[in-house]
Every structure is written in C-alpha cells, then in structure tokens.
T-cell receptor
Framework: NAGVTQTPKFRVLKTGQSMTLLCAQD?????MYWYRQDPGMGLRLIHY???????AKGEVPDGYNVSRLKKQNFLLGLESAAPSQTSVYFC??????????????FGSGTRLTVV | GENVEQHPSTLSVQEGDSAVIKCTYS??????FPWYKQELGKRPQLIID?????GEKKDQRIAVTLNKTAKHFSLHITETQPEDSAVYFC?????????????FGTGTRLTVIP
C-alpha cells in the first residue's frame, strides 16, 4: 500500500515548455486534489476531482489543466510554463464524506522550477 | 470561498513548555477542521481533526478546541519536544458542489528549543 505517489519529484522547465505531473493513489479514494505551496501562502487549491471523469476548478486554476481518466490517477498539466508557476505541488486524495476519518492523504510533492 | 487566517507565523518555545496556534475562518458553513504538521521537505501529515459538532478533542499531548460562534479554533501542544519542531497548518472544510475542499491557513513555524 503506497498511499499517494507523485512523479516526478523534481523538475526544471524553461519558460514556455509543457509538462505533466502524475498523481496515483491506491486507497480507492473518490476525491483527488492538486495544491501548490508557496512560501508564506500556505497550500492553495488548483483543481480537484470528485470522481473518475470529473474535474473542477479550485482557487488558482489559471495556467493549469487536469484530467482524471482513471479513479486512481489525477494528472496536472502545464501547457506553457511561466516563472510564476515555480512552486511545490502536492497531490492529495480523500474518501467522499466529511469529518474525522475523511482527512486528506498527501503525496510527497513535486518541486518545480521554471526558468 | 473560505478564508482561513492563522497566527502566529512563527513561534519559539522552550522544551517542556506549551504551544498554542490559533486560526479563524470566515464561512459559517465550514464543518471540519484538520491540523497538519509538515517537516522540512516532507509532505503535510494529519495530526488531529475535529468536526463542527464537537468543542474539544485530545490525543495525548495535542488538543484542538473549536468555538463555532466566534469562528475560531486552536491547536494546543503540551510538554513540547524538539521533534515537535515543524510547520503547522490549520484548515477548514466546506462541503459544496459534492466536494470537501480544504482551505488552509498560511502556516506556523514552531521551533522547540532544547
């Protein structure tokens, strides 16, 4: 049981390049999320999914796209990277429901630098 | 959306002392309040959580209190140890449009001085 796995762990991109971050979970969680973490700003929600084939925008969706073709995978895409997208990206998953026992499980993060 | 404010941004305590971190939230519909601990270079880890129908919850040296009327909640760590040094995040969850999105505070860097 690996939990939530993110790949890659580190990446350096040039401005204008594209890339895809992969998140995979083996806990049969219905919900999946992508957050970015910047110094002094906590974690901000980019996009989320409440089930296979569904996606929705979070707080800071501009410049990102997502897809959830399989329940266990949630992909985050940057079509044309910008220096403002330099950040640490965390994927998380959870069961459908609220309250104790429905907390998020986070992946180990992807540190992305756009130069 | 929800706005979560967290104070202080940094906190230093002597080993054995208590530490208190406070958060406020804006949306009265929020019903779930988890706390996460993040060590340097690691992922956030859930340490304790509380639902809106409970006023206090304890787990060994950590406790969380919730005041729904005032819309604030706090994390209390007693008998602090050096391994408690980390960044702590509070969060509030609103169930809306079929999702349980968490909105996070900006974090508190706790340093426990041996």
């Amino acid at each position: 049981n690996a939990g939530v796995t993110q790949t890659p762990k580190f990446r350096v991109l040039k401005t204008g390049q594209s890339m895809t971050l992969l998140c995979a979970q083996d806990m049969n969680h219905e919900y999946m999320y992508w957050y970015r973490q910047d110094p002094g700003m906590g974690l901000r929600l980019i996009h989320y999914s409440v089930g296979e084939g569904t996606t929705a925008k979070g707080e800071v969706p501009d410049g990102y796209n997502v897809s959830r073709l399989k329940k266990q995978n949630f992909l985050l895409g940057l079509e044309s990277a910008a220096p403002s997208q330099t950040s640490v990206y965390f994927c998380a998953s959870s069961y459908a429901g609220t309250g104790t026992g429905y907390g998020y499980t986070f992946g180990s993060g992807t540190r992305l630098t756009v130069v | 959306g929800e706005n979560v404010e967290q104070h202080p941004s940094t906190l230093s305590v002597q080993e054995g002392d208590s530490a208190v971190i406070k958060c406020t939230y804006s949306d009265s519909a929020s019903n779930y309040f988890p706390w996460y601990k993040q060590e340097l270079g690691k992922r956030p880890q859930l340490i304790i959580d509380i639902r809106s129908n409970v006023g206090e919850k304890k787990d060994q040296r950590i406790a969380v209190t919730l005041n729904k009327t005032a819309k604030h909640f706090s994390l209390h760590i007693t008998e602090t140890q050096p391994e408690d040094s980390a960044v702590y995040f509070c969060a509030a969850s609103i169930r809306r449009d079929g999702a349980n999105n968490l909105f996070f505070g900006t974090g508190t860097r706790l340093t426990v001085i041996p």
